[in-house]
């Protein structure tokens, strides 16, 4: 579904900042795949889902989603195609448009051939209010309500059915619970794992915690210097420990895992 091939990334070429976050990285992705990535500060995570959203052109490699390449496609464009939800719940939803209207827009962006401006239907109207009480924290019942009044959590749920209303080729998910207290991003994440198992959805999410990177979706990806330093699945990863984690993690590196993050995590 979606294959990364030599990509690299060079960050203030041939100055004193010089810093190069991806370095010949290649990934491929099986169709509903669903795959967490961890690693230490700075190790390109972050840069590795600018450089498939489109925010950059990578300076070397290519990209390839659902077999179209994609290495020079504007981020406007994938935008149709692949979902991404940030840590800040604010940034995917506009605060001062409507619960219905920031669906619209989602909606509307994604489904071929309507413009994203279009009235919305009584139809779309009510796949919208179905979508919402799935969430099951009554938002179907405050849809013309401003998205600002929502809570962090309340306000990513809706990001997670925005980004997934039409179902993307790709979900980009980055750290997006992290903002929350525990009680809501465990809420969200179970949100996370049902959309993504019923829909099917191929999927990465960046995590600083190894208990999810382990437990949540089919494999296990750690990065280090803007590589792949583990790639782990099957049976492989089944009863592997957050110990056995870091202890690879430094066979593969020479270094212990840096990210104060990740170790203070539960
Ligand atoms: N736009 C940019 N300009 C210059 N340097 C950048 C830019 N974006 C990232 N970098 C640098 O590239 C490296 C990788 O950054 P990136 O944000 O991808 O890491 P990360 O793995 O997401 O880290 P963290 O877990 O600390 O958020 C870092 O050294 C960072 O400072």
Redesign the pocket.
């Known amino acids: 579904m979606l294959s990364i091939q030599n990509i690299s990334k060079t ?2 070429p041939g100055t004193v ?1 010089e ?1 190069t ?1 991806l370095h010949d990285f290649s990934l491929n992705l099986e169709p509903a795949d669903f795959v967490s990535i961890i ?1 230490s ?7 590795l889902f600018n450089a498939v959203a489109g925010s950059f052109y990578v300076d070397e490699g290519s990209i390839c989603l659902d077999g179209k390449d994609i290495t020079f496609m504007t981020e406007h464009k994938r935008s149709r195609m692949i979902g991404r939800l940030f840590q800040d719940p604010n940034s995917g939803t506009a605060p001062h448009m409507t619960i219905e209207e920031n669906l619209a827009l989602a909606y509307l962006r994604s489904s071929k051939g309507k413009a994203p401006f279009s009235r919305i239907s009584k139809k779309d109207q009510s796949l919208f209010r179905e979508r919402l009480s799935l969430l099951n924290m009554g938002l179907e019942d405050r849809m013309t309500q401003p998205v600002g009044l929502l809570s962090g959590g309340q306000r990513q749920a809706l990001t997670l059915l925005m980004a997934t209303i039409v179902t993307p080729k790709l979900l980009l998910l980055d750290e997006h619970t992290a903002a929350l207290d525990p009680g809501t991003a465990e809420k969200v994440l179970e949100l996370t794992r049902t959309i993504v198992k019923e829909e099917k959805i191929t999927c990465m999410m960046v995590t600083h915690n190894m208990h999810q990177a382990l437990s949540l979706g089919n494999r296990t990806i750690m ?1 280090a210097n803007g590589q792949v330093v583990l790639d782990v699945s099957g049976s492989q990863r089944e009863g592997m420990t957050v110990e056995d984690l870091l202890a690879r993690f430094k066979a593969g590196t020479g270094k212990d895992l840096d ?1 104060d993050r990740i170790l203070l995590a539960d």
Do not use: D, I, L, R
């Open positions: 960050f203030n900042n810093k976050a690693g500060n700075g190790a390109g995570k972050s840069t990065m990210n």
